[in-house]
């Protein structure tokens, strides 16, 4: 550089040459864009955005898009993933993504809900069907939370075992639920009825309104798997309700009554378990005697004291492909 006749040297920075980057656009096959987006988003550098269905947006709006912006959120339900950069990074994602976009893996949930009607002094309804299976099945004894609820059975057939205890009058089945659920989700069945009940009072015009609501009573099954190679981590809810008639001063509103366990347990694939602990007991009052004499004169009474158990007996199996 030149001035006033004087040459000055300066140093001489030359600029960064440009990064040429271009978008690349993908139809997911079987995973939503944004489980993809979120895998692929911490391996490379550049901008992941989806296609969505509202509005319409250039690429170059789909890359400059931040995350968590409301943009990126409405996008993340879209059906094409679009990202924006290198070649280099471009071409790598072309090799990562077929590993990744596979199809979700489901089971099947095949399940017999029983009650079991015993005397108090035989015991739990778990421990007699322990009992009735010992020496026909590989059995095991689970616990949770730091006590006995469940028995696992590695080898056999659900349905030999509902055959096994269906010979029992003890045993009576009430529902018996199939489910097909994907990995990760979550399935209900659910048999009895919706019940109405009075909700909260609102006012239009300076009227009272009554409003009515509807509650679900009788046999509620939920499950959701969480499936891995060798075990799958299983979450089940089961209830059993009804309704009674309320007996402590509240008027027009029944009393639900309800009996629920939840917990959760890891089974192999095929693996059979019955889970217990939902149990209720009951005192039955009798007299005996004559009725033509007197009421002291050579009667008797009895008390008989009942318990009611429900048990689930479930197997989980993986879909084959």
Known sequence: ????????????????????????????????????????????????????????????????????????????????????????????????????????EEVIVSAYVFEVQTAERNGSGLALAAKLVSGKF??????????????????????????????????????????????????AFSVGSEVPVLGQVSYSDNKPVQ?????????????????RQDLIELSIDQQISNFAKTETGVNNRPTLIKRQVNTQVSVADGDIILLGGLAENKVSEAETGFSFLPKDWFTGSSDEHSKTDILVMLQVKKVNR
Do not use: W
């Open 211 to 227: 409003s009515i609501e509807y509650r679900s009573s009788g046999v509620i099954l939920s499950v959701q798997p969480e499936i």
């Open 1 to 104: 550089m030149a001035k006033n006749g004087v040459d000055y040297i300066t140093p001489f920075t030359p600029k960064a040459p440009e990064i040429k980057r271009e978008s690349f656009i993908y139809q997911p096959r079987f995973r939503s864009v944004g489980y993809l987006s979120d895998i692929l988003r911490g391996q490379f550098e550049g901008r992941f955005n989806q296609q969505g269905g509202i509005g319409s947006y250039s690429t170059s709006q789909l890359a400059d898009a931040q995350p968590n912006s409301a943009t990126d959120f409405i996008n993340r339900h879209g059906d094409v993933l679009v990202y924006y950069g290198t070649k280099n990074e471009i071409e790598r994602m072309k090799t990562i993504l077929p590993l990744i976009d596979t199809a979700t």
């Open 138 to 187: 590989n059995v095991g004894i689970g616990s949770e939370s730091g006590f006995d609820n469940f028995v696992r059975f590695k080898t056999g057939s659900l349905d030999a075992l509902y055959e096994l205890f269906r010979t029992d009058s003890r045993f009576h089945v009430v529902s018996s639920p199939r489910l097909r659920v994907s990995n990760g989700a979550k399935a």
